[in-house]
């Protein structure tokens, strides 16, 4: 199970992270609204675990945000507020479910599995043909008419998050988060650098093409092969 945690509380978000991932689940943790945001729009989760106050943009703000842009994926609010009022305003904007600060492990884990089983959307493709490409999101290969095209794990994730959100510009700060973390030494340089080697290892005749939006980021183009 994959999951998005949102939470600016370095205490509570290293617990909880620590605590899923002890669950099996795989955890994606950050600390502003306008990152899950972005992360929510660009990767695929099974869970979004969302702080009602956080610094770039508040949990309500971002669960509506999110529900005015059709995302059909499962949003637990967690917040200290108590209040009736504030527990219909969070359902209302459209948050699954509620749970109010302090809280026992036991019944996050209930409530995220309970979401999780009852969210029938596909989140993500795990095989995507685009072109002459066929790309297996599990087996992490990437095959044409000529045979397996080798790539390095960053390469491919790159070639994934590009594929899946084909047609769209990915901005440059959401595939760097995504790939190498917020806290990773990583330049916007060296994310050039490998857009350079995906590009030469992908063929001429696979039907894809990698364009640079200038000032924006990336985006991943199928064209007709003759």
Known sequence: MRILLADDDAKLGNLLKH?????????DWVVRGDTAIDYAL????????????MPGKTGIYVCDHLRKHRYQGAILMLTAR???SDRVLGLDIGADDYLVKPFE????????KALSRRSSVKLKEDILQIANLIINCSAH???WEQGEIQLS????QLLEILAQNRGQV??????????WGLDASV???NLDAYIRLLRKKLPNQGGVEIQNIRGLGFKLEAHDVL
């Not at 660009?42 to 106050?53: E, F, G, Q, T």
């Not at 794990?153 to 491919?156: G, Q």
């Open 19 to 27: 605590m899923l991932e002890k669950e099996a689940m795989q955890v």
């Open 42 to 53: 660009y990767s695929a989760y099974d869970v979004i675990i969302l702080d009602w106050m």
């Open 82 to 84: 108590d209040a009736v």
């Open 105 to 112: 492990f036991s019944e996050l884990l209930a409530r995220v």
């Open 141 to 143: 290969t990437v095959i």
């Open 153 to 156: 794990v960053r390469e491919f």
């Open 170 to 179: 990915v901005p440059r700060e959401v595939i760097l988060d995504r790939i």
């Open 187 to 189: 330049s916007s340089n």
